[in-house]
C-alpha cells in the first residue's frame, strides 16, 4: 500500500513537472510571436555587435515575428550614428563624406531616410526571397533587412576610401542577405550563393556609378556655392526657389508605397510589376528635382550678376 501510494505521488510529481515545462516550449514554437522586447540601448548595442561578428548566430535567433517597432528604432539608432559620423566628417572636412554633409542636421535627417530605405528594401528582398521559394512574411523579410544596418557605422568609416569602403560594404550587407537566406528562410546554400552572388555584382556596379554621379555633382555644387559667395548671396539661396522640391519626391514616395501596402497577398510577378513601377515613378521625381536644383541655382547666380552690374 505504502509502495502504491509513493509511486502514485511519484506520477503527479512526474505529471506537474512535464506540465510546467510545456509553457515555454509552446511559447518558443515558431509560430508563436515573441513579446516585443522594448527599447533598450544595451540590446541595441548587442544586436549589432552579433550582427557584425556572429551573423549566422545571430539570424539563427532573430524573432521572424513581434511587430516592427523595435527592428525600425534599430535601424534608426544605427543611422544616426553614421549621421554623427558624417556631421564630424563634414566639421573636418574629411573627403568625399565631409563634402556631402549637409551639418548636424544629418544626426536627425539620416534616421528618417533609413527607415523609409528600410522598408522599401525589405520590399525588394521580400519578392527576391518569394522567388527563391521562402514561406517567411514581410515583417520577417523587414527584420533581415533591418538588422542589417548594423554595419552603417563601420560603412561611415570605411565611406573614407573613395570607392573601397563602397564595395566592403555591399559585399558585406549581400553577405548578411545570403546568411539570411539560409538561417531564416531555409533556402538551399546554393541557391542562396547564385542568387545573392548575381545581386552582389548588380549593386556593387551601380553603388560605383552612383558614386562616381555623386562625387561629380558635389563638385559642381561646390563650384556653384563659391561662385555664389564671391557674388556675396548665401550658398544656400539657390535651394529655395520654385521648383520641384524634397517635399515633392516625399509625396512621390509616400504614393508609391500607398500603392504596395498589400504585397503580402500579391504573387511575385504581381509585386515584382509593382516595384517597378514605384521605383520608376521615383526615378523620375529625382531627375526633376535635381534638373530644378541646378536650374534655379543658376538662375540665382545670372539675376545676382545682373543685378551687380546694375
Known amino acids: 500500500m505504502g509502495d502504491d501510494t509513493h509511486q502514485h505521488t511519484d506520477s503527479e510529481e512526474n505529471n506537474t513537472s512535464a506540465s510546467g515545462s510545456s509553457g515555454p516550449g509552446v511559447a518558443s514554437s515558431p509560430s508563436a510571436s515573441p513579446p516585443a522586447k522594448?527599447?533598450?540601448?544595451?540590446?541595441?548595442?548587442?544586436?549589432?555587435?552579433?550582427?557584425?561578428?556572429?551573423?549566422?548566430?545571430?539570424?539563427?535567433?532573430?524573432?521572424?515575428?513581434?511587430?516592427?517597432?523595435?527592428?525600425?528604432?534599430?535601424?534608426?539608432?544605427?543611422a544616426a550614428i553614421l549621421g554623427l559620423l558624417m556631421t564630424i566628417f563634414a566639421m573636418f572636412g574629411a573627403g568625399h563624406l565631409g563634402a556631402m554633409a549637409i551639418s548636424v542636421a544629418s544626426i536627425i535627417i539620416m534616421p528618417i531616410f533609413a527607415v523609409i530605405g528600410s522598408f522599401i528594401a525589405a520590399l525588394?528582398?521580400?519578392?527576391?526571397?518569394?522567388?527563391?521559394?521562402?514561406?517567411?512574411?514581410?515583417?520577417?523579410?523587414?527584420?533581415?533587412?533591418?538588422?542589417?544596418?548594423?554595419?552603417?557605422?563601420?560603412?561611415?568609416?570605411?565611406?573614407?576610401?573613395?570607392?573601397?569602403?563602397?564595395?566592403?560594404?555591399v559585399l558585406w550587407g549581400v553577405y548578411l542577405m545570403y546568411t539570411a537566406?539560409?538561417?531564416?528562410?531555409?533556402?538551399?546554400?546554393?541557391?542562396?550563393?547564385?542568387?545573392?552572388?548575381?545581386?552582389?555584382?548588380l549593386m556593387v556596379f551601380s553603388q560605383i556609378s552612383g558614386e562616381i554621379?555623386?562625387?561629380?555633382?558635389?563638385?559642381?555644387?561646390?563650384?556653384?556655392?563659391?561662385?555664389?559667395?564671391k557674388l556675396g548671396?548665401?550658398?544656400?539661396?539657390?535651394?529655395?526657389?520654385?521648383?520641384?522640391?524634397?517635399?515633392?519626391?516625399?509625396?512621390?514616395?509616400?504614393?508609391?508605397?500607398?500603392?504596395?501596402?498589400?504585397?503580402?497577398?500579391?504573387?511575385p510577378e504581381e509585386a515584382g510589376e509593382k516595384l517597378g513601377a514605384f521605383f520608376k515613378k521615383f526615378e523620375e521625381g529625382a531627375k526633376a528635382f535635381e534638373k530644378s536644383y541646378e536650374e534655379s541655382a543658376e538662375g540665382t547666380a545670372e539675376d545676382s550678376a545682373e543685378g551687380g552690374r546694375e
Open 38 to 78: 522594448g527599447f533598450s540601448l544595451g540590446t541595441v548595442v548587442e544586436d549589432a555587435r552579433r550582427v557584425c561578428t556572429d551573423p549566422s548566430g545571430f539570424y539563427s535567433d532573430m524573432a521572424k515575428s513581434g511587430g516592427y517597432a523595435e527592428p525600425a528604432i534599430f535601424v534608426a539608432v544605427m
Open 124 to 169: 525588394v528582398m521580400f519578392v527576391i526571397w518569394k522567388l527563391m521559394g521562402s514561406s517567411q512574411s514581410y515583417e520577417t523579410a523587414y527584420r533581415c533587412i533591418a538588422y542589417a544596418t548594423a554595419i552603417y557605422p563601420i560603412m561611415g568609416l570605411l565611406n573614407i576610401v573613395p570607392y573601397v569602403g563602397t564595395v566592403i560594404g
Open 213 to 229: 554621379a555623386s562625387r561629380k555633382i558635389a563638385a559642381k555644387a561646390q563650384q556653384l556655392e563659391e561662385r555664389l559667395e
Open 233 to 267: 548671396i548665401p550658398g544656400d539661396s539657390a535651394r529655395n526657389n520654385d521648383g520641384q522640391s524634397p517635399e515633392t519626391v516625399g509625396e512621390t514616395l509616400e504614393a508609391g508605397l500607398a500603392e504596395l501596402e498589400n504585397i503580402d497577398q500579391m504573387t
Open 181 to 201: 537566406s539560409i538561417k531564416v528562410h531555409e533556402i538551399k546554400a546554393e541557391t542562396a550563393r547564385i542568387v545573392m552572388g548575381i545581386l552582389a555584382a
